[in-house]
């Protein structure tokens, strides 16, 4: 299949654009390398260094005999996706293309409204020049399982029956996200939905969890094939952040209680859970959402876990919680429409977390402290606009 990967430069999009040119496919990675600007800003890096877009597909041709086309340009210019879609002709396409920190979103007013341009204008571009150039695409396009919050009841996969006065429906489940990011993907959600019923398009809303690891096959071939591995407060998601912590001697940095519990997924199980979203599409004017994480886990099960495996002393650290998120609640979200599609998960090992040891201490030299530590708060509200005004 000819298979567009938008946000193919980022920390899921490049295993992802490889796993599918190894499976045979023909592959085109769209980027603005919006993600290597925000290190850039932030000060920060991925641990494992990681080469340009180019060397990358270079090294992949030499290796493997493929090629991986690349179009550099940004989704929220219209004429670019249009152009993209036009040129390329893609059967499905997987969009990743998205700022995806929640942290980044709530640096300042500037931040959450760049978040939610970038995401909700991209998105919308792209259903449009699916719509005008070929509604038979299957648009394959990554959520987040942060959309539903933590109600007090099951988590379903995208839609419950409720029964209200006597009627009955099928109705999108409840979204109660907890940063401007999040919101984003709930924005994104409503619009896609409603896009796909108007213009009969397909497709697949996947409603992924937090990802952990950074080795897959491909990736693990030659060292110019990495991806990247965040550990910083503002891109560096949760487990990741905890080996690299626990590696170089910092303390685990729990937020609030660690109480809190998220759906998470090895990173060799998002290429192979959007791979089985590709082979097997939507229908035309189907939106469907499939829950894509294999377990749930508390943060502190999660810090209790890295402790127990690493073989030196390693210390925790309960910190005030930075972010506005429930701390003690019921979590049990229903995961099965992957799974009924053939999804044969990588539950989370002592074996992972030591190979990913491995990873760190390879490259520990490269972690700078200043970036360790939680420096963004969901409860201030800081905008150098609003403060402007009120000095005048
Ligand atoms: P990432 O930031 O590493 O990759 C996203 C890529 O998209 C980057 O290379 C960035 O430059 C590019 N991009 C952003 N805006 C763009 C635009 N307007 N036009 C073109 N390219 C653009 O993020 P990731 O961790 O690989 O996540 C990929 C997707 O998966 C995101 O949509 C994210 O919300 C979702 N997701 C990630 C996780 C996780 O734990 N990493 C979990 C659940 C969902
Ligand atoms: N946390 C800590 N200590 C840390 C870092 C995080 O206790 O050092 C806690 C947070 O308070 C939160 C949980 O760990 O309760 C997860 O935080 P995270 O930064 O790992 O993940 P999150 O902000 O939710 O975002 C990540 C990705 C995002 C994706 C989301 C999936 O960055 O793109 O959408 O995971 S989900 O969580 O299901 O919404």
Not at 110 to 129: D, E, I, K
Not at 286 to 315: C, D, K, M, W
Request: charged share 20%.
């Amino acid at each position: 299949m000819k298979i567009a990967v938008l946000g193919g430069d980022g920390y899921l999009g490049w295993p992802t654009a490889l796993h599918l040119s190894a499976q045979g496919h023909d592959i085109l990675v769209v980027d603005n390398f919006a993600r290597r600007q925000y290190d850039f800003e932030l000060g920060a890096e991925s641990l494992v260094p990681i080469r340009s877009l180019k060397q990358r597909v270079d090294k992949w041709r030499e290796i493997s005999g493929r090629t991986i086309e690349i179009m550099a340009g940004d989704l929220t210019d219209p004429e670019f996706t249009y152009e993209m879609v036009r040129k390329f002709t893609p059967e499905a396409v997987v969009h990743f293309a998205e700022q995806r920190a929640a942290p980044y979103s709530m640096i300042d007013r500037s931040h959450a409204v760049y978040t939610q341009v970038n995401n909700v204008v991209g998105t919308l571009n792209l259903l449009y020049a699916i719509a005008e150039i070929d509604p038979e695409i299957h648009l394959v396009k990554l959520g987040t399982m942060g959309e539903y919050g933590t109600p007090n009841i099951d988590i379903e996969e995208g839609f419950i029956e409720i029964t209200h006065k006597g009627r009955t429906d099928v109705l999108p489940f409840p979204k109660q996200p907890g940063s401007f990011y999040h919101l984003s993907k709930v924005h994104d959600s409503h619009n896609i939905m409603f896009a796909t019923k108007a213009w009969n398009l397909r497709s697949t809303d996947l409603n992924q969890g937090v990802v952990y690891g950074q080795e897959t096959e491909e990736t693990a071939m030659h060292s110019d094939l990495a991806t990247r591995l965040d550990y910083d407060a503002v891109f560096g998601t949760v487990l990741n952040r905890f080996i690299v912590q626990a590696t170089i001697g910092h303390p685990i940095t729990v937020y609030g209680t660690g109480d809190q519990t998220r759906g998470m997924l090895d990173i060799r199980d998002t290429l192979q859970c959007i791979h089985l979203a590709i082979k097997n599409p939507a229908q035309p004017g189907e939106y469907r959402v499939f829950n894509q994480f294999t377990e749930s886990f508390s943060i502190s099960q999660l810090a209790n876990l890295v402790s127990e495996t690493f073989p030196g002393h390693v210390t925790v650290e309960m910190l005030d919680n930075p972010r506005t998120e429930a701390l003690s609640h019921y979590y049990n979200a229903v995961h099965t429409k992957l799974l009924d599609l053939g999804l044969q998960p990588h539950l989370l090992s002592d074996t992972l977390i030591s190979s990913l040891f491995g990873v760190v201490e390879q490259h520990k030299d490269r972690v700078d402290l200043d970036v360790m530590r939680p420096s963004v708060q969901w409860r201030k509200t800081s905008s150098p606009v609003r403060e402007e005004k009120v000095a005048k």
